[in-house]
């Protein structure tokens, strides 16, 4: 084979976790970035600052997370990809706002680098303490889509998907990024432009003289976005509201509006769900892991698979909504799973509801700025 058969088709890149999101955002199309920066994701901040004007975007800090939350939601309303980077305190600051993004359907992407707390915390510690915040900070019933990578080369894919996913069901998507990710370096190659696939937010098609209705949704229940300026006005607000934007009290309207931001995720969820099974066909020993996390315990499995334990890993990167079916399927044979994460037991919450009274589950938590090492993880598996 010719030297040219081998070379890469893209770039080659020595990048951290923090410098491939900022990659994958541009390459995605984002050319409005709002931010305070926050250990441990401001690099992202430092370097969309430098990239963006160079492109004809737009960088600018916010005073502080909630202003950056609502700015990056007034330029997606007026056409903009846009995205903003955080922390657990900061992450906490913007759930207002994610609510009202989700609420009057707005895309955008939040990047949140989570590090020890409550509160301050630790704030250049490893940790994976927002997982049930992604789903549940706001107030409310509401949807929500949350991707965890853990290779430096998925950072840049799963930033990538957070665009895609937000622009294709007009709702906030967070990426929840541990600190061990965002920070280690690895060799990754950045594909070139024609080989992404990007989506865009789907406009409405008028008749000259045709009212537009900006929450108007057909069988996909994702309404049409018209930007701002673009020739017509409409009202967005974060009050239940009917298919004009105007708030309404009307039940039947609150109820059908409630029900469809739901549904429209759980409609398009295959669309949304990313995962990975190794070596799950016959596991009777089942890991369910994530971020950072995921890469020890698949050093944990083949260590185990050695001893003669049948040992597998599911690894969720899409945390919400849920693979549940995957979950479910991974664990047919397991008498025992095992869900090792740098918090108390978060997504093991999630596990249990699942799997009910079936295999036994065990979580394997470090709380103290430590990751888990594949040592732990392996003593889970045997049992020890």
């Known amino acids: ?114 590090r020890g707390g409550p509160s301050t915390g630790n704030p250049t510690g490893p940790s994976q303490s927002d997982v049930q915040q992604c789903r549940w900070g706001t107030h409310g019933d509401h949807p929500a889509i949350a991707l965890s990578p853990s290779t430096i080369r998925e950072v840049f894919d799963t930033t990538v998907a957070c665009f895609n996913f937000a622009e294709m069901m007009r709702t906030p998507v967070v990426l929840a990024m541990d600190e061990i990710t965002a920070h280690m370096r690895e060799k990754i190659i950045i594909p070139q432009a024609a080989e992404i696939a990007l989506v865009n937010r789907r406009k409405p098609v008028l008749q000259a003289g045709e009212t537009y209705y900006p929450y108007e949704a057909g069988e996909d229940l994702v309404p049409p976005m018209m930007n701002f300026g673009e020739g017509a006005r409409y009202h967005v607000t974060g009050l239940d509201h009917d298919r004009t934007g105007f708030p309404s009290a009307a039940a039947e309207i609150q109820e059908s509006l409630h029900r469809r931001l739901l549904d429209k995720i759980e409609k398009h969820q295959e669309k949304l769900l990313l995962f ?51 979950i479910e399927a991974a664990a047919a044979h397991a008498r025992r799973v095992v869900v090792p994460e740098m918090n108390l037991g978060q997504y093991k919450l999630e596990v249990e509801r699942i799997l009910g009274k079936g295999p036994t589950i065990t979580g394997v938590n470090r709380v103290n700025g430590e990751p888990i090492a594949p040592s732990l993880i392996l003593s889970a598996i045997l049992g020890d």
């Open 276 to 326: 990975e099974h190794h070596r799950t066909e016959d596991a009777e020993v089942l890991v369910v892991a994530y971020g950072s996390t995921a890469r020890s315990a698949k050093r944990a499995v083949e260590e185990a698979r050695a001893k003669g334990v049948k040992a597998g890993l599911f690894r969720p990167i899409t945390l919400y909504p849920i693979p549940e079916k995957q």
């Open 1 to 114: 084979m010719s030297d040219e058969a081998t070379k890469p088709s893209g770039t080659v890149k020595f990048l951290s976790g923090n410098e491939a999101c900022m990659e994958g955002a541009i390459a995605a199309g984002c050319r409005f970035f709002a931010g305070y920066p926050i250990s441990p994701s401001s690099e992202i901040a430092e370097k969309m600052s430098g990239r963006l004007p160079r492109l004809g975007g737009k960088f600018i800090q916010m005073e502080d997370e909630i202003a950056s939350m609502g700015a990056i939601i007034g330029a997606s309303l007026a056409g903009q990809k846009t995205m903003t980077a955080t922390s657990g305190p900061g992450f906490s600051l913007m759930q207002e706002n994610l609510g009202f993004a989700m609420m009057a359907e707005i895309p955008c992407v939040v990047i949140n680098v989570m």
